[in-house]
């Protein structure tokens, strides 16, 4: 028997808070890598945001030890992927490192949309998938259910589904020993020419970029001089070895292993997810499939707040960069903000995490404005522009027309929030292309939506009018003209650039209204009247106006108590700093991004 | 249009040695008001004979030192002090008198509320020539209102019959310094009604009156029935109506419009409140009470118990001083900057508002070479733009020689203060 025989490569998939890393978590635990009173809870998730949200997004991979019932010692190579829609193509890429998937279904929920879109991925690569029922530990488990929705509609036999509770650790042992069973052994020459795949990346400031990989034919080992094959690099190799979790050096890896190798490379773009590593002296013939540079779907702006410095952003982003291939960034002069960036995101959970990262691990002051998409502006004179800034749309008159990008969206739901939900989508501008029951009671519905109505609140609002049940997966579909405007926002009839938005033409007037709505309840009063207007070029279609304030004063300093008092006065300063001057007109902070927050359910 | 500085605004400003105060807090009521939110809570004899003890076992603890302080102003506030027997509050101020030297034309002020003083007029007077012969020569009434109705509805327990017969029995016993409190903006008033009860005050004739507009303050009854929509606040715009014609009034009859919210005729302004507003010294005596002394702000515990456990042994006299372990609720070592933030946001309650000599003698480091405005502004480089914005609109008066407010700029004094902390 070769050695071979006695590895797994596996990810675990689940939808969103099914339970995915408790159950690592818990298979650590098991296999002994962690002591239970190391353990912080799901020790995967290493990044503090991804603890509170509860969700996972960088890609943690570790080496379990598990001696089977047959006696024998198996490596267990557990693969995490990111739990969001947004890292699809990570997502991808971890599972074409793998040989297998355990596929984790909430037996209080059952099957959800991002179940489906990750088994969907996983069948993709070709991976054999071992269900489990998690979560048995609670009395709303309906395993039953849950099992039949899983052969229903994803087509798996789930009679043999484990069940389980990752949070007790019940149905583990059993879990782990089907695992074996059912997982198949990697295949692999390791004499072949290499080939290995990489599936994460990170920056660690003392070995430059850790490549996590997983070696398909050949072997590596350090002094090594390896090329990226699909981005023409060469790199020597400096270290090789497992990641248990952690780093541990190893003389070599090999075909069918995953580890780590580090080679002096400065920033994570050049070892990109989805690249081919082979040896430069001996290169193997093509790449692996799948290989995809990630794409920004959406751009905000990012502007120091009053007194942050310029510089001190401009370290971080390049900090935050050297560790996230799909961020980027550029300069952007703003006439309302400033000296700025305009950075380009995956998706709005990747956005909100960068600028929540720039807030936590580099205590930065920082305005974010408006998220945007890409636009494909075409000329009259043929030319097109992919614009995601709405202050550099060109004039009107030189545009034929724009077009924008639609998302496929798949919502998976109980029938009876299907009304509300296609109302939601129909006010969201969306067509649906077909509807379909999976179950009885489970419906999905499938739509084209422009990613533009997406990236807002959507997710939000779907959550809100269907009390969480509902679930979304959504991918880029194409490009599609239609009738957009730019709308701008004026306080005290100056124009203020980081507030305009391109907009539906239909929905500008409710649109420019809402904000200015907003805006009447986010601006503080000043000592003049504020008109706050929305246009369209020259053209006023909506306005409110904040009232000059009239009163702000204690009457008593009671009793000698200044302290208080002083209090009071340094809350006041304090909430002026994360203001924003617009000439005349001071702006908190928050209305950059609270803006087009306009939910639907009022 | 500026705030008035008619004669009687000038009349303090030559006093710049410091000088001290006492405050004695009694956190005792009758009955606690609909709108209060003061440290006070209607409470038997007993735990008002214990407070007592531990009262002045405080008010000596904080005497020790090399020699006696010298107290230019002693104010009793409370809650309700009039609530303490005579007795008790006769042993109050013997102690101040046993430990601290009180200069012979000392202010000493008694909040005394109206319907305290005892329902038959010979029980009145009796309390009043004692108050007398304690040595009080001022009294602070909270009549807040002289409607009927309306005093009912913030759950005071007088009538302003009570009032008037109080405020002539004071009179009768030789009180010529009299402050009556007035509130405004009662949910349901509007400004008519709120001028006439500023007439009837004015009718009784006293020396100062202080007007505060009612605030919704978190956890009293008022607060909780606005949050219900019980009531309604009065909008700021006729809050503020109000409070300008009631300056107005009080102008006309001969009050000086001395800080934002207190008037007094010519020489009777307040000496105690006016400590707070120059920066001067007060030692804070009492449950929750708060001082300003050797530079550091304290604010003592508000927890009755803890309270009285520490003060009511009675220390022998070497230990008479703070061991370390007198239960504050806050205690701040000022800065310098601390210092000159305090002068200015306190100064600028004031219609002189605040000089800048004044404001860097707070400070108290030297900048020599230039004058005192430029080094004014050099510490508040940062809030000067928006503080000449504020005087270009009229909100603010800056000049060679200091700040002040103007009458338009009190309405919306704490973003101006907040400038300068």
Sequence with gaps: ????????????????????????????????????????????????????????????????????????????????????????????????????????????????????????????????????????????????????????????????????????GMGIDEMLEKLVEVIPPPQGDPDGKLKALIFDSYYDSYKGVIIYTRIFDGRVKKGDMIRMMNTGKNYEVTEVGYCIPGTVPAEELKAGEVGYIC???????????????????????????????????????????????????????????????????????????????????????????????????????????????????????????????????????????????????????????????????????????????????????????????????????????????????????????????????????????????????????????????????????????????????????????????????????????????????????????????????????????????????? | MHWPLNSSATDSMENSNKKTGLYIHIPFCVKKCNYCAFLSFPADESPRAEYTDALINEIRMRSAGQEKIRLDTVYIGGGTPSVLDVSQLSRIIKAVRQYYDVAPEAEITLEANPGTLGKKDVVTRTKLIAYRSMGINRLSMGVQSMDNDRLHFMGRIHTPGDVARDMRLAREMGFDNINLDLIFSVPGENTEDALDDARRIIGLGPEHISCYSLQMEEGTPFYEMAERGDITEVPDEEDRETYHRICDLLKEAGYGHYEISNFALTGKRSQHNSLYWNMDDYIGCGLGASGFVYGTRYRNTADMKEYIDHYSILFDDEKCEDGGSTPYEEVHRNSPFDNISEAVFTGLRRAEGISFEDALRAYGIGYPGMDASEKFWMIFSDAETEARSYAENGFLIIDDTGLRLTEKGIDISNGIMSLFV
């Design chain 1, 263 to 602: 080679g002096s490379i400065k920033q994570v773009a050049d070892a990109r997810v989805g690249d081919t590593i082979t040896l430069a002296a001996d290169p193997a013939d093509a790449p692996l499939k799948g290989y995809k540079k990630a794409q920004s779907m959406v751009y905000c702006g990012i502007f120091p707040a009053e007194g942050e410095k310029y510089e001190n952003v401009k370290d971080a982003l390049e900090k935050l960069q050297v560790n996230d291939a799909a961020f980027n960034f550029e300069p952007e002069n703003s006439a309302a903000l400033g000296y700025g960036f305009r950075c380009g995101f995956l998706g709005l959970l990747h956005m909100d995490v960068i600028t929540e990262r720039l807030a936590r691990e580099f205590d930065l002051d920082v305005i974010t404005t408006l998220p945007s998409v890409v636009y494909k502006v075409v000329m009259k004179d043929g030319r097109v522009l992919d614009i995601q800034n709405p202050s550099n749309l060109p004039n009107p008159i030189e545009i034929a027309h724009i077009e924008e990008p639609i998302v496929k969206a798949d919502i998976m739901t109980p029938n009876e929030y299907v009304g509300s939900i296609m109302s939601l989508c129909q006010n969201r501008r969306g067509n649906m292309i077909h509807m379909e029951y999976l179950t009885k009671t489970r419906v999905q519905l499938h739509y084209e939506i422009p990613l533009n109505e997406v990236i807002y609140d959507f997710f939000d609002a779907l959550k809100s009018r269907t009390r969480g049940y509902a679930s979304l997966d959504y991918e880029f579909l194409r490009y599609q003209p239609a009738k957009l405007v730019k709308l701008d926002i004026l306080l005290n009839r100056e124009q203020i650039d980081a507030l305009s938005t391109i907009v539906p033409e239909e929905e500008a007037m409710a649109k420019g209204r809402g904000i200015c709505e907003k805006l009447k309840d986010i601006i503080p009063r000043h000592q003049f009247e504020v008109p706050i207007q929305a246009a369209i070029g020259q053209k006023i279609i909506a306005r409110e106006t904040v009232r000059a304030y009239r009163k702000d004063v204690l009457a008593k300093c009671y009793g000698g108590d200044v302290s208080r008092k002083k209090k009071l006065l340094e809350k006041q300063k304090a909430g002026k700093k994360r203001m924003r001057q617009f000439g005349t007109v001071t702006v908190p902070q928050e209305a950059f991004t609270e803006v087009l927050k306009l939910d639907d359910g009022r």
């Design chain 1, 1 to 168: 028997m070769s050695y071979l025989d006695y590895i797994r490569n596996f990810s675990i998939i689940a939808h969103i808070d099914h339970g995915k890393s408790t159950l690592a978590d818990r298979l650590i635990e098991k296999t002994g890598l962690v002591q239970a009173r190391d353990m912080k809870e799901q020790y995967l998730d290493n990044m503090d945001i991804e603890r509170e949200r509860g969700i996972t997004i960088k890609l943690q991979t570790t080496r379990l030890q598990y001696k089977a019932n047959d006696g024998q010692e198996y490596i267990l190579n557990l693969i995490d992927t990111p739990g969001h829609v947004d890292f699809n193509y990570e997502v991808s890429r971890s599972l074409a490192a793998c040989d297998g998937a355990v596929l984790v279904v909430d037996a209080t929920q059952g099957v959800e949309a991002q179940t489906l879109g990750n088994v969907y991925l996983a069948l993709d690569e070709d991976l054999e998938i071992l269900p489990v029922l998690n979560k048995m530990d609670l009395d709303s488990a309906r395993p039953d259910d849950a099992r039949a929705e899983i052969e229903d509609i994803i087509g798996l036999d789930a009679s043999e589904a484990p069940e389980i509770s990752a949070k007790t």
